[in-house]
């Protein structure tokens, strides 16, 4: 979730940000560094392949750089380059995302998640799990529990209205959970361990 | 069944919390609690891996960073606020327009005096006025293939006109703006490019700002590479020996590579670098770019054309067989031919990608698996299974090789 609280060097930030907008390359190479976990996981969360994921990248710090002139210090950077880029990748994804088109994608496997703590509990990598939700309930969770936004904030970056988001989430978790059953009843590696 | 209540409970909560409704109760619940049934624990694991934080090795920098960067620093150049000069008082976007030449000037290193500091020399094309590119909404009415004009700067060829020679290249000397009616070019020091009779612009080195205010587009060619800039466009066209970029400043561009075009946004931009074999050592005979035709191939599955996809990994493997997007280009390929039943070549492709080896191994030994079985080789295929669960004994394809 995006961090809300005042921090010290928010007054350092804001400078960063009136220098990026003013055209200062270093100070954009600095900013843009700093944000640069953000966006990817932005778009890697948000997109189905590497190659996606890497174009959606570069399209979301170009939108962060010229967008940092509009950072007002109210939240955290982390907090507002996350909605930017989000934005940014998930308008990308409308026009340019691969969509998922059969069972193996290699492509995918190239931008799999590395394993995470807990995660030898799951039958399957996440982005599995993920590649079977459509487009508008991927969108809508990745959103939601990925990048912290709240509901009203997703219902603006995908144009959609309030209750649609919920029922998109709540369809998500129940696509999510019939899959893990399936995966459970299977007795895949992580289900019977 | 206590257990199976607080599991339920906690479901409940994750809903609750994922809608943004949670009580209190239920976030402080989601919290503390740590469910027990499988299927539960294996949601929670799901959760937590979509949760998981942006990792520190995503710091490092991108190769494509300082393409982004040059294209902000333009960008904002161009969009600084400039003394509006008096002709073109409530023109909205020549402001801009001088801005942007201005920014290109200074980065060259350029002055006002080199537009009319070397009239003397014959070999020196240069601008026959110091005020730059006049107002485009006034320029004269005219063709849209009329001859490109110098408008500022200066380059070495062997004319003394302030028209563009067609089919001659020129070297840009200082910072060179051209433009014909409803349209301008401005190109750095030491770019390289030939007008073309049709027209368009070819681009051999260097970095171009190209802009479209009629409603005809204006072309830039790349050798294989075609860029159209739209209408009441700014594409910025960098090419170097490494590679070559496009970055729409405002607008729309499509960019054209051997029959596949991509279509550019407003502050989207695509870049390709070029094949390291392929510019160490330039054969005679005449190949593509394995990044071209790797997103070539990837464009005709976007658009749901599997054959042309096959036919262009075949080609990419055969022009540029020890590249790393031939190994990515034998997977891709190889699970085609096996969803369209071309078992045999399938065979041989995952085979072809497991000699190599890579990152897909496990999937193309899967592969291998799948395309035995459906050539009723069965005895080879058990041998295969065998080797894959002890190889790989945590994928999640194992389930699959049962018997």
Known sequence: ?193 | MTLHLDDARWRAAVDADLRGDATPAQSEFLRDYQPHGTEQRAEAAFLASLAEEPSESDAEAPDWLDGVLDSHVRTAASTRPVPALPAEAGRSRWPLFVAAAAAILVTAGASVFVFGGTSEDPHHLEAGRVSAIPPIDTAPAGDAQAPWQVASGSAHLTASSSALPVDQPLVVETALCVERPGHSICADANSRLTARSSGALALHVGTATVRSEDADEVRVELDDVTVHAAAHSVVVIDRQTAGWSVAVDSGTARVTELGSTRRLEAGESLQRKAEPASVAAPSTKRTVKASTLLARARAHRRDGDPHGAMQTYAELIRQHPRSPAAQTARMSLAQLQLDRDKTKDALRSFRAYLKRGGALAEDAAYGEIRALRALGRTSEAKRAAAAFKQRYPGSPYGAKLKP
Do not use: F
Not at chain 1, 43 to 58: E, G, K
Not at chain 1, 137 to 162: D, F, Y
Not at chain 1, 167 to 180: E, F, L, P, Q
């Open chain 1, 1 to 193: 979730m995006p961090q809300n609280a005042p921090t010290p060097n928010r007054d350092a930030q804001l400078a960063l940000c009136k220098r990026v907008a003013e055209g200062d390359r270093a100070a954009a190479e600095a900013l843009a560094r700093q944000l640069m976990p953000v966006v990817r996981h932005a778009a890697r969360r948000l997109t189905r392949t590497a190659s996606d994921a890497q174009d959606a990248a570069q399209v979301a710090t170009l939108e962060i750089l010229r967008s940092a002139g509009h950072y007002a210090g109210r939240g955290s950077l982390n907090g507002w380059a996350s909605r930017v880029a989000a934005r940014s990748v998930v308008r990308w994804n409308a026009r340019h995302g691969t969509p998922l088109m059969h069972e193996h994608n290699p492509d995918r496997a190239l931008s799999a998640s590395a394993p995470t703590p807990g995660s030898e509990a799951l039958a399957r990598p996440l982005e599995a799990y993920l590649d079977g939700l459509p487009e508008p309930q991927r969108t809508a969770l990745v959103l939601r529990h990925s990048l912290g936004h709240t509901i009203p904030e997703i219902a603006e970056v995908t144009g959609a209205p309030v209750p649609t988001v919920r029922s998109r989430i709540d369809k998500a978790m129940t696509r999510v959970r019939a899959a893990i059953r399936r995966d459970v009843q299977l007795g895949t590696k992580g289900a019977s361990a």
